[in-house]
């Protein structure tokens, strides 16, 4: 299975839409706040992330308590990145992977079953 890192900003006021390609996934594994001007206090910034027309909420970012967060997400299909903060961009990070190597690629072309479902866990 061959890997790539891939990382995204997402900029204020703004969705990402994002392509995973056919026979690939996509491991979302951290997303971190952009600059934070100083004395200014940055709290509760939700990320969000839209996947088969269901909104769900990632987690939330402060510049205090909280400036980055970690995840352990796999995606198989293209889905949108979102967040709510005003004043600045929000980075995600991961890596895609390439499963069209034997056992995944048989899985899914003969059983027509995902090679991996949505997968969420606090990390």
Same mark, same amino acid.
């Given at each position: 299975?061959?890997?790539e ?17 056919d ?7 951290? !997303? !971190?706040?952009?600059?934070v001007?100083?004395?200014?206090l ?12 269901k ?7 402060s ?7 970690? %995840?352990?997400?796999? %995606?198989e299909?293209? %889905? ?5 903060w005003?004043d600045?961009?929000? *980075? ?9 190597? *034997?056992?995944?690629v048989?899985? *899914? ?7 991996f479902? %949505? ?5």
């Amino acid at each position: 299975m061959r890997m790539e890192l891939w990382h995204a900003e997402v900029k204020p006021n703004e969705t990402l839409q994002v392509t995973v390609g056919d026979l690939k996934l996509l491991h979302l594994s951290g !997303a !971190a706040l952009g600059e934070v001007k100083k004395r200014k206090l940055v709290k509760n910034i939700s990320l969000k992330v839209i996947v088969d027309g269901k909104q769900l909420v990632l987690g939330t970012l402060s510049s205090k308590i909280a400036p980055q967060i970690k %995840f352990n997400l796999v %995606f198989e299909h293209d %889905f949108e990145l979102s967040h709510g903060w005003k004043d600045g961009s929000v *980075y995600f990070s991961g890596f895609v992977a390439d499963v069209s190597e *034997y056992p995944f690629v048989v899985d *899914y072309f003969i059983n027509n079953a995902p090679i991996f479902t %949505f997968v969420a866990s606090a990390v």
